[in-house]
C-alpha cells in the first residue's frame, strides 16, 4: 500500500501545473467516455446486482447499488456541470498590506491526497473523481465489496480519459485492497494521505473515525425529521412529508420521524396515514399517535434509528419547543425541516437547530451537492469543522498565506 500511496502522492505535483481550462477540457472528455462506455458499466453492475441478490442486501442498498443508462446519463452530466464550476484553486480570498510593508494574500490551494471510503453507490467512485480533479487533488478511491465491479469498470473509463491526455492514471486510484484491513492501513497512513472522507453506515463511520491518524471528515447518519406546526398548510405539509419520506427512502436526506405539533394532531394524523398508506409507508408512533391512529409503536430505539427504508417515525410534540427538545435529543447534524406559516416560529426553529441544513416549507430531500449548485459533492458531511453540509468544490480546498516582501526584517 505504501508504493500505491506514494505514486498518488508524486501524482498530486503534476495537478499543480494543468490550467483550469485544460482540467475542464479534460473532465469534459470523461463525460463522453461515461456515456460511450454504458454498455460496459451496465454489465460490470449487472455483476454486482447478481451477487447483491445472492448476498440478499436491503431493498434500499439494492437501489443505491443500481446503475441504468439515466444513472450513467446523470453521472456524465454531473461531470459537465462540475466543469462548468468556476475554477476553486489560486483564488484570492483575502489581501492586505501589514504596518510593515508586507503584502499578505490568502490564496485557495488543493488539500492533497483524499482517500474516500464509501458503499454502494457507484456514482459516488465518479462524482468524487471528478471533484478532487477539478480542485487538483488526487482522490484513492475504496469502495464497498458489494460494487466492486461497478466502481472498477468506472475508475477505468476515467482513468483512460487521463492516460490519453498524458496523465497519470494515479490521479484516481482505486485501492485494490477491498478488506477491513486495507480500510485499517489507509486511514494511517498520513505520511501520504492529507484526508479521510468516509460515506457508509454507522458502523464504517465510528470505525473510521475511532482509528484514523488521518484527518477526517465525517459524513455521518441523516436522522432527519420534519417538523408540522400548528400554523402549517396542511396540504402542503402532508405533501413535503411525503416527499421528504417516500421519493426515495434509502437516502440520508430523507426523513425517519415526522414531529406534529399536539395542537393539529388529531385533524393530521388521520389525513396523513392515508396518503402514507397509499406509498406503503409503515408506520411507527408515539402513543398519542397510537391514540389517534393504529400504528405500531416507536421507541426511543426507532427514533434513534437512520431506516433508510419506507419506515417512518411519527412523534406529536408540544408545538415547536417539543420539535427542537426531540431534535436535540435524537438528531444527527444532518437536515432538519418545519412546515410554518409563522415567521416567529420559522426563524426560532432556523436558530435554534444545529445541523447543516435547516428548511421553511422545503423537503429535506433538497440537501444535495447537485441541489444546492455544487454540480456534485462528495457526501454530506456532519462536521463543524473544515465543510459542512454538501462537501463539494470549496470543501476540498483550503488555503495558504502568500507574504511578498521588500527587504524587510523583523
Known sequence: MEKFLIKAKNASRVLSSISGAEKNRILKEMAVALRDKTKDLLEANSLDMIDGEKQQLTSALMDRLLLDESRIDAMAVAIEEIAALKEPVGRVIDGWVTEDGLKIEKVSIPIGVIGIIYESRPNVTSDTAALCFKSSNVCVLKGGKEAENSNVAIAKVLQSVLAKNDLPTSLI?????????????????????????????????????????????????????????????????????????????????????????????????????????????????????????????????????????????????????????????????????????????????????????????????FTDGGSFGFGAEVGISTNKLHARGPMGIEGLTTYKFKIYGSGQTR
Open 173 to 365: 486510484s482505486i485501492l485494490e485492497d477491498s478488506s477491513r484491513e486495507g480500510v485499517a492501513k489507509l486511514i494511517k497512513m498520513d505520511k501520504y494521505v492529507d484526508l479521510i472522507i468516509p460515506r457508509g453506515g454507522v458502523g464504517l463511520i465510528k470505525y473510521v473515525s475511532d482509528n484514523a491518524t488521518v484527518s477526517v471528515v465525517k459524513h455521518d447518519k441523516g436522522q432527519c425529521h420534519t417538523y408540522i406546526d400548528k400554523d402549517a398548510k396542511l396540504d402542503n405539509a402532508i405533501a413535503i412529508a411525503i416527499n421528504a419520506k417516500v421519493q426515495r427512502p434509502g437516502v440520508c436526506n430523507a426523513m425517519e420521524t415526522l414531529l406534529v405539533d399536539r395542537c393539529i394532531a388529531s385533524n393530521a394524523l388521520p389525513k396523513l396515514k392515508v396518503e402514507f398508506d397509499k406509498a406503503q409507508t409503515e408506520l411507527r408512533g408515539c402513543l398519542e399517535t397510537q391514540a389517534i391512529i393504529e400504528v405500531k409503536h416507536a421507541t426511543d430505539e426507532d427514533y434513534d434509528t437512520e431506516y433508510l427504508a419506507n419506515i417512518l417515525n411519527i412523534k406529536v410534540v408540544d408545538g415547536v419547543d417539543g420539535a427542537i427538545e426531540h431534535i436535540i435529543k435524537f438528531g444527527s447534524g444532518h437536515s432538519e425541516a418545519i412546515i410554518t406559516e409563522d415567521i416567529t416560529s420559522a426563524e426560532q426553529f432556523l436558530n435554534a437547530i444545529d445541523a447543516a441544513a435547516v428548511y421553511v416549507n422545503a423537503s429535506t430531500r
